[in-house]
């Protein structure tokens, strides 16, 4: 599974790196960047959520 941030998508909510920080975090201009690739087994279900929970739809899991 692998995961990716539309950055002109970010609103830099800070949503995904509270759900899944091991997966999410924001970069120096607080847009959410992807830390692993490919996402570990056990962080697929908070990938998924922080997916489902993005505002903006910016995440896309796949
Ligand atoms: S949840 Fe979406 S909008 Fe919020 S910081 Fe993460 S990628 Fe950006």
Request: proline share 7%; net charge negative; glycine share 4%.
């Given at each position: 599974m692998?995961?990716?941030?539309?950055?002109?998508?970010?609103?830099?909510?800070?949503?995904?790196?509270?759900?899944?920080?091991?997966?999410?975090?924001?970069?120096?201009?607080?847009?959410?960047?992807?830390?692993?690739?490919?996402i570990?087994?056990?962080?697929?279900?908070?990938?998924?959520?922080?997916?489902?929970?993005?505002?903006?739809?910016?995440?896309?899991?796949?």
């Open positions: 692998k995961a990716n941030v539309d950055r002109d998508a970010c609103i830099s909510c800070g949503l995904c790196e509270s759900v899944c920080p091991d997966v999410f975090e924001l970069d120096d201009e607080s847009i959410s960047v992807v830390k692993v690739d490919p570990p087994s056990e962080f697929e279900d908070c990938a998924k959520e922080a997916e489902d929970g993005c505002p903006t739809d910016a995440i896309h899991v796949e």
